[in-house]
């Protein structure tokens, strides 16, 4: 009897341990807050525009955290959760645009712009510069013989002083 | 002048001539993008008569239902979210419309928006919903119905032009109702 007694006793603790054990467990594979916020800022509110999803307080943003949560517990990696969200929900989720297809033009067009820019201040400039140098060149072609005299005659004062 | 400098000129008169024309190509379609933008951010939403965009649901069930495929019948796409507070106000009475419906070639398609599945199947169980119901997936019937919030129906006519919407909720079985027998007639 009292063997059995013992038995029992000695089942009971074994028992109790396991589930302490798988508890703790249990706990160290749920992820913090800091984990499900740290890809939540990667995400947009749906419903309140501009408003990372970690600081919004809408019951959307509550249960999309919430399934954060679920994903990284069941061993989903970081890109995987935001490329599911990004399926499920559309790009507008992210906080930029991705480089592909007609959101390609966000990322080239300032760089085009700013080339053609360039392009037409060096034109300005060539154009402002031009009309002196034409002026000079005319002058000395033209041969005027009054303009000519007067020239030579400018020169040679400015030679004697 | 000589033939040389003459010929220069030309150069670069023609250079400069091309210069302008692609300056002014790119600025025409820098502004021609940001017109087609505006105008698309700010068509408003969809008006009566207006063809229905055909969009195919996935839904909850794993089926893949494609409305242009239902040409010929009344369909009611409900657009909806568990954590839409006005939502709830018409999803009993859109289920008995369905009930009403369902056997005289009324199609009702639940799309929930911006949801995540396992609230979205709690709030379909909440509240009884057997019509078919699935997720906007990438938010596209959401942008080609140009949809401002949650809830909006829209009912299409047999011949795929929209018959009707609701912006916000229905206020009674009633409107729901009216609103179908409008279809219907069509």
Redesign the interface.
Known sequence: MRKRIQAGVSVFFILMMLHATLTVRAQEEQPTDDEVNAIAKKLYCPVCENTPLDVCGTQACIDWRTEIRLKLSAGWSEDQIIQYFVDQHGAQVLPEPPAEGFNLLVYILPLVIFLAGILVLVQALRTWRKPVEEESTTAQEVGDPYMSRMEEELRKRQEDV | ?TDQTMQNQEAQSGA?GW?VFI?WA?IIG?LA?LAFGLLEANRGPMRIGEPAPDFVLHTFDGDQIDTSTLRGQVILVNVW???CTTCVYEAEDLEKAYQMYRDQGVVFLGVD????E??ALEYLQHYGITYLNG?D????IY?DYRIKGVPETFIIGPDGLLSSMQIGAYASLDEIVRSIEVALDS
Request: proline share 5%; glycine share 14%.
């Open positions: 002048m400069r210069g300056a790119l820098i993008l979210a568990s954590w928006w911006s949801d995540t396992t609230k997720p997936l990438g938010g596209r942008k």
